[in-house]
T-cell receptor, first 113, second 114 residues
Framework: GENVEQHPSTLSVQEGDSAVIKCTYS??????FPWYKQELGKRPQLIID?????GEKKDQRIAVTLNKTAKHFSLHITETQPEDSAVYFC????????????FGTGTKLQVIP | EAQVTQNPRYLITVTGKKLTVTCSQN?????MSWYRQDPGLGLRQIYY???????DKGDVPEGYKVSRKEKRNFPLILESPSPNQTSLYFC?????????????FGPGTRLLVL
């Protein structure tokens, strides 16, 4: 089955700096990799996703990169702002049917003003 | 407004007292899923459903039941709750996860089992 490891578990950066969160997965059949942001007391919401036919995707200050050979994908946030402070989760489908989903254990990002 | 709703939002109960957490979506999504969120463990999938009358176990199904009699509803049933089921529960839906669609989460249900 799929195993997803996420690092680091906590990350503190100064406002304006960049933040990088990395996830590794085990199932080579996985081909969809979303990132969710969860603000305190709120539900997880998708911020960006990538499919296995591309290596990078950007949306303003957020980007995701995928290395299928090494089986890892990363979330990059540039020019961080205090409102980026949240818990971020990666996820990967599990098994060939893609019905099961495994989430990473989360990264608590703190942006210091 | 497209949304996933859960009820109740907060629940305190006692060991062994059966309870049901409802989940409903108005987006005509095929795929629905239940997760529990615990500190340090992230989101773990309990059960999922690909469509009406089609359900399957996730990673942590023990102690839970689900049903999918209608497309819009996917209730989570705890027949005999125990303290280790104290957690934050999220329902989610997507158009069809088989085509790698975004999951939309409900607001969460915080459960305390005494």
């Amino acid at each position: 089955g799929e195993n997803v490891e996420q690092h680091p578990s906590t990350l503190s950066v100064q406002e304006g700096d960049s933040a990088v969160i990395k996830c590794t997965y085990s199932d080579s059949a996985s081909n969809y990799f979303p990132w969710y942001k969860q603000e305190l007391g709120k539900r997880p919401q998708l911020i960006i996703d990538i499919r296995s036919n591309v290596g990078e995707k950007k949306d303003q200050r957020i980007a995701v990169t995928l290395n299928k050979t090494a089986k890892h994908f990363s979330l990059h946030i540039t020019e961080t702002q205090p409102e980026d402070s949240a818990v971020y989760f990666c996820a990967a489908p599990k098994g060939g049917g893609y019905q099961k989903v495994t989430f990473g254990t989360g990264t608590k990002l703190q942006v210091i003003p | 407004e497209a949304q996933v709703t859960q009820n109740p939002r907060y629940l305190i109960t006692v060991t062994g007292k059966k309870l049901t957490v409802t989940c409903s979506q108005n987006m005509n999504h095929e795929y629905m899923s239940w997760y529990r969120q615990d500190p340090g463990l992230g989101l773990r999938q309990i059960y999922y459903s690909m469509n009406v009358e089609v359900t399957d176990k996730g990673d942590v199904p023990e102690g839970y039941k689900v049903s999918r009699k209608e497309k819009r509803n996917f209730p989570l049933i705890l027949e005999s709750p125990s303290p280790n089921q104290t957690s934050l529960y999220f329902c989610a839906s997507s158009l069809s996860l088989g085509t790698q669609e975004t999951q939309y989460f409900g607001p969460g249900t915080r459960l305390l089992v005494l």
